[in-house]
């Protein structure tokens, strides 16, 4: 239903090191209820990726939030919003990192690692 893919602004060049935790606010709609519109989320790019971690990947040249899911040696972002689409990825070297916190105030910061 949505014609706009979400998007999320990378960390900007040189503002810290590739391989640092680092925070992107969530936009759109594709992972309520758990990230509404403007969470910010905890980015890990050295954490352990398991199935149904929540993730940052590159797809087509874009930065793109989902869980990730694990199936027959395939590999899958899923939103957890149905309206869109899951999108089967090449493997876990197109993962930028694993979401690892998330919360829009420190009272409901909620960790995922």
Sequence with gaps: MPERPDSLMPPIEGSCSGREVFALRALGDSMVPEFEHGTVIIIDPEAVVKDGSYVIA???GEFIFRQIRMYDNK???????DLYETIEINGLDDLEGVIVQSGSRRKNMKKYS
Aim: glycine share 0%.
């Design 58 to 60: 590159k797809v087509d």
């Design 75 to 81: 590999y899958f972002l899923q939103p957890l919003n």
